[in-house]
């Protein structure tokens, strides 16, 4: 009873960040950036001192829980593989390996293809197929449709650039031809 009681007291301290004591929460720092230039991050609006404040100590909040997460997470593994016998632990260590070695493959063979069919590199990884030959057919769209994208739509002028033609040498010249 009395360990969970604490616990209670531990989560909302943690959510709260009061102090366990009752006291009151830690008051926000002030920005030290510009308050104009209230930009903190990609899709931030504009927020105000007070606003920015408050999204610094979320974030840092976040960050620290989420280094917590990782350390908890850690330690039940630790706690799940202390039973473990040698020969388990290495036959998942190989199991891991083996997954890694099937990934690699697979990734290697998709820049193998792309680079065969003379595909963009940023286009490799969009490649989908077990096979060389599904990969293969599918560059081949790919390929159909990246070169769709890559011709113009405008059709040449076929008044500009070089004519058949020779050029006149004077004004005369150019009206003459103009009249005949």
Same mark, same amino acid.
């Given at each position: 009873?009395?360990?969970?009681?604490?616990?209670?007291?531990?989560?909302?301290?943690?959510?709260?960040?009061?102090?366990?004591?009752?006291?009151?929460?830690?008051?926000?720092?002030?920005?030290?950036?510009?308050?104009?230039?209230?930009?903190? !991050?990609?899709?931030? /609006?504009? &927020?105000?001192?007070?606003?920015?404040?408050? +999204? $610094?100590?979320?974030?840092?909040? *976040? %960050?620290?829980?989420?280094?917590?997460?990782?350390?908890?997470?850690?330690?039940?593994?630790?706690?799940?593989?202390?039973?473990?016998?040698?020969?388990?632990?290495?036959?998942?260590?190989?199991?891991?390996?083996?997954?890694?070695?099937?990934?690699?493959?697979?990734?290697?063979?998709?820049?193998?293809?792309?680079?065969?069919?003379?595909?963009?590199?940023?286009?490799?990884?969009?490649?989908? !197929?077990?096979?060389? /030959?599904? &990969?293969?057919?599918?560059?081949?769209?790919? +390929? $159909?449709?990246?070169?769709?994208? *890559? %011709?113009?739509?405008?059709?040449?002028?076929?008044?500009?650039?070089?004519?058949?033609?020779?050029?006149?040498?004077?004004?005369?010249?150019?009206?003459?031809?103009?009249?005949?």
């Amino acid at each position: 009873m009395h360990r969970k009681w604490w616990n209670l007291i531990r989560i909302r301290t943690i959510e709260t960040g009061a102090e366990p004591g009752g006291g009151e929460p830690p008051q926000p720092e002030p920005p030290k950036s510009d308050p104009q230039a209230n930009t903190g !991050g990609e899709g931030d /609006e504009k &927020l105000g001192e007070h606003g920015m404040t408050a +999204l $610094k100590n979320e974030r840092r909040a *976040n %960050k620290s829980l989420r280094e917590q997460l990782a350390a908890a997470n850690a330690r039940i593994k630790e706690f799940e593989d202390r039973d473990k016998t040698d020969a388990e632990k290495a036959s998942e260590r190989i199991a891991s390996l083996e997954k890694s070695n099937t990934g690699n493959a697979a990734k290697a063979l998709r820049y193998e293809v792309a680079v065969d069919k003379q595909l963009p590199k940023v286009l490799a990884e969009r490649l989908q !197929g077990s096979t060389r /030959e599904e &990969l293969e057919a599918d560059a081949d769209s790919l +390929l $159909k449709l990246v070169n769709v994208q *890559n %011709k113009p739509n405008v059709k040449p002028d076929p008044s500009q650039g070089k004519g058949g033609d020779p050029k006149p040498h004077s004004l005369s010249e150019a009206i003459s031809a103009y009249y005949k």
